[in-house]
Each structure stands twice: as C-alpha cells, then as structure tokens.
C-alpha cells in the first residue's frame, strides 16, 4: 500500500538556523498536504501543494512539491522559538484517503 | 472560521465498557470526515473514513464492529469504542473537510484522550 516517509524524524537547531524536512511517498500524489502539531496540540493545516514543481512560501516557510510529485520539502528559514512542534507532510492518493508522514520532530535552542 | 471541536477531551472508562466520541465542524458543513490514532511521540493513523449518510470506509487492520463510526449530519460524526481494552488507551483525532469548497486540507479536532483501565 501506499507509504509516506519523512526524513529527519528528529532535528535541534540553535535559534536562527535554518530546518529543512524531507517528505517521500511511494506512489504518485494528488496533493500534498502539511501540518504542525505544537506539543500537546492537535495537527494544524500549513498549506496545500497540488502542482507538480510546485513551491510556494508562508513568510519564513517554504513549501516545494517535487516534479514527480512523489516528493515535497518543508524548509524554514531562520528558526524561531515558536517553530517548535512536529511536521507532518500528508500525501493524498486518492479522494478519501490521506497517508500521514511519520513527522518531523523540531527543537529550537534558543 | 474552520473549527472542529470534539467531545469529551479527555475520558478514563473501566475495561468492558463502551465510550463514544463525537467530532463536530462548528461552523462548516463537513460531507466528509476522518478518525485517526495517534500514539504518544507518533503519527496520525488513518482508521476510517466518514462520510454522510454512507458506511464508513474503515482502514485495514481496523475492526469496524470494535470502532463504530456513525456520520448521521453534515456536522456530526461519533466514533464509539465498543468492549473498550488497555490496549485501546490512545489519543483518538477527528477531522473534517469543507464541502463547499475544492480543497483537499482537514480541519483537526483537538483529539480524545481515552485511558482505559
């Protein structure tokens, strides 16, 4: 079945760096779909990618949807305190079915 | 705009018993929702999907007659868990996606803790 990886599970940054998390999915996508989910939260909606190649930015986050559509990144520019939390990237395959990445988790030193 | 409130936030129920949880769209109408599982420091889990007036579309590996999902109103969806056991102690996740308009995202609930002893 369809499979959604995410790399790094895990990554500390020193405030003021920059994060970059790497989502892959086994199939070809429809859209990709991010989240974060601050501790203790409930997942939030980022942004939606439908485009193949497509990129687009929210202030310090940059979204980017591979050509293949099989793959998308999540980087953040210049970390923040608040960007703690775990991103998820959630492929959607199909209409009703949407396969949540294993998160990665960020941790901002400040 | 968008919020999906669940209800209860939190339950502890003894081993046996039954204990349903609801998951609303305040102020969107939702033909479809979703109920996920999320174990501590983990993912979500996809375990059904809701729609409408229709049979629930339940993940593999989910029991449908353990996990009853019921999605009477385009607002409302309840998921019960039936003979609840220890094991199925988790963090239960609603969401629910706009019908009226061409977007695939979710709009979360804040979760259920269910402990069950």
């Known amino acids: 079945g369809q499979q959604v990886m995410q790399i790094p599970q895990y990554q500390h940054v020193q405030e003021g760096e920059d994060f970059t998390t790497y989502c892959n999915s086994s199939t070809t996508l429809s859209n990709i779909q991010w989240y974060k989910q601050r501790p203790g939260g409930h997942p939030v909606f980022l942004i939606q990618?439908?485009?193949?190649?497509e990129v687009k930015k929210q202030k310090r986050l940059t979204f980017q949807f591979g050509e293949a559509k099989k793959n998308s990144s999540l980087h953040i520019t210049a970390t923040q305190t608040t960007d703690v939390g775990t991103y998820f990237c959630?492929?959607?395959?199909?209409?009703?079915?949407?396969?949540f990445g294993p998160g990665t988790s960020l941790s901002v030193i400040p | 705009g968008a919020v999906v409130s669940q209800h209860p936030s939190w339950v502890i129920c003894k081993s046996g018993t039954s204990v349903k949880i609801e998951c609303r769209s305040l102020d969107f109408q939702a033909t479809t929702m979703f109920w996920y599982r999320q174990f501590p420091k983990q993912s979500l889990m996809l375990m059904a999907t809701s729609n409408e007036g229709s049979k629930a579309t339940y993940e593999q590996g989910v029991e449908k007659d353990k996990f009853l999902i019921n999605h009477a109103s385009l607002t409302l969806s309840t998921l019960t868990v039936t003979s609840a056991h220890p094991e199925d102690s988790s963090f239960y996740i609603c969401?629910?996606?706009?019908?009226?308009?061409?977007?695939?995202?979710?709009?979360f609930g804040p979760g259920t803790r269910l402990t069950v002893t």
């Open positions: 969401s629910a996606r706009p019908a009226d308009i061409v977007t695939y995202e979710q709009y």
């Open positions: 990618l439908v485009k193949s190649g």
């Open positions: 959630a492929g959607q395959a199909s209409y009703d079915k949407v396969i």
